[in-house]
Each structure stands twice: as C-alpha cells, then as structure tokens.
C-alpha cells in the first residue's frame, strides 16, 4: 500500500513554474546515460558527474542552471563542512530573481542510526530529488530535523552535529561559486571504479524516480483536485502521527 506523503502535498501546493521544472527534472534525469558521464579530478565519485550533466541538459533546454559549491566554517558545536547542488535562476521583472534549488541526493541528508518505523516512513516519503524554493527547502530541514530528534530519543540517543538544524542549512544557505562545467575532465575511461559508482548512484537515482512516478500515477485522483487535496492533508497528519 503506496502512503501519500508531505512531499505530494506541498506539491500541490508548488506554483506553477516550479512544478514544470520539476516534470523537466524528473525527464532530464531519466534520459542520462551511463556512457554520458564523466567524472572530475577532484577525488572519490560524489555525484558531480551526474550533476553536471543534468546542469547541461538544463542549459540547453534554456534554463540558467548550475552547479553550485558552497562551503563554511565550524562553529559551536556545527562543525565546518562544503557541499554540492544545483540551482536555476528564474528572472522576473523589474529585474528580480529567484533561485530553485535542486538536490539529487535529497534523502541521504536526512539517515540516521536505528530509525524508528514511523520515522523510516517519513524518510521514504521524501522526493529522490529535490525541487524547488530555498524557503520550501527549510520547511522540509524543519520537519525533518525535529522528527530525527523524536526518533533518536526514543532509543536515547543524541541528535549528531551533522543532523542539526545549523549545519543542514549551512549547506544551501552558505556563500557558494557557479559552475556550468567543470574544470577539469578525468581521462580514465569509463571502465574505472569511481566511473563504475558514477554509473551505479545513476541507476539507483533513476530506479527511485521510477518508483516515484509510478507511485504518483496510483495515486492520482478520480474525482476533482479537491477531494485529493483534503485526501493529501488527512494522510499528512497521520503520517507524523507516532513520532
């Protein structure tokens, strides 16, 4: 039995131009091949190379995307740290922008040591990739956050540093520099082992939006967008209801 999910929730509440980003995402990423990546001298596979090649896909479906580093210092008890996303940059007039924020790796920020079960559902309820705003983007921190804290309670453990509030900010909010390509391609053919775990996050990345669409496609409402709304907020709270 599939469980609706806060994600499909704020879904429906997205504005307009962030849902089709979002539908141009999911397609973008489904149409990667294995043989289109290649990975940058900078150390072990962490996913730039399938980044990159989304950011050009975006690009060249006119979006102004790219890859952004951020990184920041430690202090108190959130220790230092540097991270990699994507954004696209939307301009409106009188020449304000906004940026979107896209997570490939959405729920590996969010794992923690002996989830209870009620908190693994929420975990797996969460989008493969994330789109959308930065204000959205904390919504989800949050919630996240404060569940983790109830989970991890409840076997007398504390919440670790790299799961506060503080430092899963730190990355989307710190200062960070654009890249459209990277700066340097690794000549190792795609026979390498780091080419090999590109190839294998690929697959998973792909096999969870699958499952994704195919659980929104059960799930899709028969009788009005109403009706599936309130359906929405009902298994919302229920969801949560246990931490």
């Known amino acids: 039995m599939f469980v609706i999910n806060f994600w499909q929730f704020y879904k429906h509440t997205m504005a ?4 089709d980003l979002l539908s141009v995402v999911h397609s973008l990423m489904l149409s990667v091949k294995e043989t289109e990546l290649h990975h940058a001298n900078s150390g072990p596979c962490n996913g730039s190379c399938i980044r990159f090649s989304l950011v050009k896909l975006l690009r060249l479906s006119g979006y102004d995307a790219a890859v952004c580093s951020s990184k920041w210092q430690g202090g108190g008890k959130v220790p230092g740290g540097d991270y990699e996303y994507i954004d696209v940059v939307n301009f409106w007039n009188a020449g304000v922008s906004e940026r979107l924020i896209i997570d490939i790796d959405f729920r590996s920020h969010f794992e923690i040591a002996r989830a209870v079960h009620s908190y693994d559902r929420i975990l797996k309820s969460l989008p493969a990739v994330y789109v959308g705003s930065l204000t959205r983007l904390k ?33 989307w909010h710190s200062p960070y520099q654009r890249q459209f390509a990277p700066d340097e391609w690794d000549s190792i053919g795609i026979n390498s082992v780091e080419d090999k775990l590109c190839s294998g996050h690929l697959k998973r990345l792909q096999s969870s939006l699958h499952s994704e669409m195919e659980e929104e496609r059960l799930m899709r409402p028969i009788n009005g967008d109403g009706n599936w709304r309130v359906k929405l907020e009902r298994r919302r709270h229920s969801l949560f209801k246990g931490l």
């Open 16 to 19: 307009q131009y962030e849902r």
């Open 139 to 171: 919504q989800y921190l949050q919630v996240m956050v404060e569940a983790a804290r109830c989970s991890l309670k409840q076997n007398s453990m504390p919440l670790p540093p790299w799961r506060s509030l503080a430092y899963l900010q730190a990355k």
